[in-house]
């Protein structure tokens, strides 16, 4: 089975500042689909970041960058130039392959102060 | 906007009684959905996969026969708590798949059960 662990319970940054969370996971697939979501007060979910596992580069989006390292099971999430609407709980993900079936890390809460 | 609506986002039932809850892809067809389970401040937790046309396939420790779950077209999954208890208290949330493969998710905006 596979599991996802984020040790970081909680995190918090100055706005402008850079912040990386820490995501592991364990699984004995070769493909499969990591995550990073976001869920702020409203309690909605918003992709922030979705990374392939056969590819070697890393993802970005805007602000948002992973460092994926497959052979260290790791997939850390740096958000740069943080701002206050970043404000929410992070979650990690992971998605075996040719399934739609997300698992989830425990989370982090992030608290971006101005 | 939103792609999966979830409806509805709050209720308050009486101990004993069944509360449903409908998630519906708005502009595509799902054959699968899943129901999450949130805690206050705890991860999600995948508590079954809804299959439109067959039975869904329910996540080790959830109980079938307290979360039915029907999936009557590809485009409405309902969940239905019964005989609901205080501890069936959560954040209940769905997903959907508009393509298969890893395509990210879209998620509901959740529906927050309180059972009196």
């Known amino acids: 089975a596979q599991t996802v662990t984020q040790s970081q319970p909680e995190m918090s940054v100055q706005e402008a500042e850079t912040v990386t969370l820490s995501c592991t996971y364990d699984?004995?697939?070769?493909?499969?689909?990591l995550f990073w979501y976001k869920q702020p007060p409203s309690r909605q979910m918003i992709l922030v970041i979705r990374q392939e596992a056969y590819k070697q580069q890393n993802a970005t989006e805007n602000r948002f960058s992973v460092n994926f390292q497959k052979a260290a099971k790791s997939f850390s999430l740096k958000i740069s130039d943080s701002q206050l609407g970043d404000t929410a709980m992070y979650f990690c993900?992971?998605?075996?392959?040719?399934?739609?079936?997300?698992?989830f890390g425990t989370g982090t809460r992030l608290q971006v102060f101005p | 906007g939103a792609v999966v609506s979830q409806h509805p986002s709050r209720v308050i039932c009486k101990s004993g009684t069944s509360v449903k809850i409908e998630c519906r892809s708005l502009d595509f067809q799902a054959t699968t959905m899943f129901w999450y389970r949130q805690f206050p401040k705890q991860s999600l937790m995948l508590m079954a996969t809804?299959?439109?046309?067959?039975?869904?396939?329910?996540e080790q420790g959830v109980e079938k026969d307290k979360f039915l779950i029907n999936h009557a077209s590809l485009t409405l999954s309902t969940l239905t708590v019964t005989s609901a208890h205080p501890e069936d208290s959560s954040f209940y949330i769905c997903?959907?798949?508009?393509?298969?493969?890893?395509?990210?998710?879209?998620f509901g905006n959740g529906t927050r059960l309180t059972v009196t």
């Open positions: 997903s959907a798949a508009r393509d298969r493969g890893g395509t990210p998710l879209h």
């Open positions: 699984t004995s697939e070769n493909n499969y689909y």
């Open positions: 993900a992971f998605m075996k392959f040719n399934t739609d079936k997300l698992i």
């Open positions: 809804s299959n439109e046309g067959s039975k869904a396939t329910y």
